[in-house]
């Protein structure tokens, strides 16, 4: 199988490494091959966990194959390569939804594997790995091992949330939601500050299966974390608006625009981003009466503008996202979000959501709390300092760090944010003596491959 040397990047375009590509077109050339290989689905994991400097990826984005689909259950199979859109195409028109889903349908489900990730809606019905029937694991030695909560356990514990680190996942069996309609009933409420925004997110009259805040990251002084809290859930098909209840399963395809180049760097600076979140604020915080919109632009909004990452430049940004436990939640943003607003660094998009229980996945990120997203353009050593002072933050309140967000996390940070790396690192050793499995960002946090 050829390879091909290139430089290549998360999708914060931080930082940019030269690995070698393989790209399988079956599933049965999914292998190893290496003494350092890491898959590769989509790519948007933001910092180094797809990365391998000097080693190998084995790029999955062939390896996209339905196998079979029960519609009468909800029980999809398919390769791990397939991406939630390709997913999304197939059962929503059959009255069928993902449990769970991230914010952007332009990823495969090993990669939502890898990062176990979570949605809107994780404070009900927990992270990706809740809805995963069973996997097939790829090991270093070719063999290929059938994980679920009851068979290889110990497997599939390891791999959720274990970042490719235990192997490739080559196939996926998985249960999804019925629906009535393509649409969600959502609405709106403008929150004040942190603490109101706290509130409502704990309030079961502003909840829903999916909650989220957008919160205004420029704000200060009393409007310290001024929010507009989002909630929603799917529509019933026989209460959607008469135009569109002849077929509800069914939307007209969205148009992408797409950012054709590189912005210039003064393009996001304190002065722009404050202007837009003051304006977005207004707008979207006077939809308080409950409005009806279709799943696209209310799970994956900015999947509508086609290569956004390009909006920070040549540089890139780095997504700093974390999870602080519920008792000092209130506290820990506070002071999280007091010490970006002392640093003067800008800050462009801001998400904040409540979690729910820990999962059995080790290496997962969700526990029971509250995360927070940032998204910060690369400014040099000034933006990582800046972080290393919210991991301070974040550790004297027990929280961690989204390993699938992580740029530039220290290796003795990420054994005090992760306790449960003892019992998933002899799992690994087992199924990877050798360290073959192994990226960037392992290399960095210590976990696998030679540093």
């Not at 680190?165 to 969600?184: C, F, H, K, P």
């Not at 632009?297 to 909006?311: E, Q, S």
């Amino acid at each position: 199988m050829k390879t091909l040397s290139k430089e290549i990047a998360g999708w914060g375009r931080y930082p940019v490494q030269r690995c070698e590509l393989e790209r399988p077109e079956r599933h049965a050339e999914l292998t190893a091959r290496s003494a350092s290989v890491i898959a590769r689905g989509q790519g948007r994991s933001y910092g180094d966990a797809a990365l391998n400097e000097g080693g190998r990826i084995v790029l999955t984005e062939r390896i996209n194959r339905f196998a079979a689909f029960d519609t009468t259950q909800g029980i999809i199979s398919a390769e791990a390569g397939v991406t939630l859109a390709e997913l999304l195409a197939v059962s929503v028109p059959r009255g069928w939804f993902p449990s769970v889903t991230p914010g952007t349908q332009y990823v495969s489900l090993g990669g939502c594997i890898a990062a176990d990730v979570h949605g809107k809606n994780h404070h009900h019905d927990g992270a990706f790995s809740r809805s995963v029937r069973e996997f097939e694991l790829v090991s270093a030695d070719g063999k290929r091992l059938r994980c679920s909560p009851r068979e290889n356990a110990d497997a599939f514990w390891a791999t959720v949330g274990g970042m490719g680190l235990t192997g490739i996942v080559g196939d996926v069996e998985m249960q999804l939601r019925s629906i009535d309609s393509a649409y969600i009933n959502a609405r709106h409420t403008a929150a004040k500050d942190l603490e109101q925004a706290f509130r409502f997110l704990q309030d079961a009259e502003h909840d829903a299966r999916y909650t989220v805040a957008w919160i205004d990251l420029t704000s200060r002084g009393a409007a310290l974390g001024r929010s507009v809290v989002m909630a929603g859930d799917h529509a019933a098909a026989d209460a959607l608006p008469r135009r569109l209840r002849t077929a509800p399963l069914l939307l007209k395809p969205r148009g992408v625009r797409d950012v054709p180049f590189d912005m210039p760097g003064w393009l996001l600076n304190p002065l722009t981003i404050r202007a837009f979140n003051a304006l977005y604020y207004r707008v979207a915080g006077r939809k308080r009466a409950p409005f009806v919109t279709d799943y696209q632009t209310f799970f994956y909004p900015l999947d509508a503008l086609g290569n956004w990452n390009r909006l920070y430049g040549r540089r890139g940004f780095l997504q700093y996202q974390c999870v602080v436990p519920t008792v000092t939640a209130l506290a820990a943003l506070q002071q999280l979000l007091e010490a970006l607003a002392a640093s003067g660094h800008p800050a462009f998009l801001g998400v904040l959501k409540r979690l729910g229980e820990e999962g059995a996945g080790q290496l997962s990120f969700p526990m029971a709390g509250y995360t927070l997203a940032m998204d910060l353009p690369m400014t040099g050593p000034a933006l990582l300092k800046l972080l290393e002072e919210l991991d301070a933050i974040v550790l004297r309140h027990g929280g961690r760090v989204y390993l699938a967000k992580d740029a530039r996390l220290a290796a003795p940070s990420f054994r005090a944010m992760y306790p449960r790396l003892e019992a998933w690192w002899p799992i690994k050793q087992a199924l990877d003596p050798d360290g073959v499995f192994s990226s960037s960002l392992s290399r960095r946090l210590s976990i696998g491959g030679v540093a």
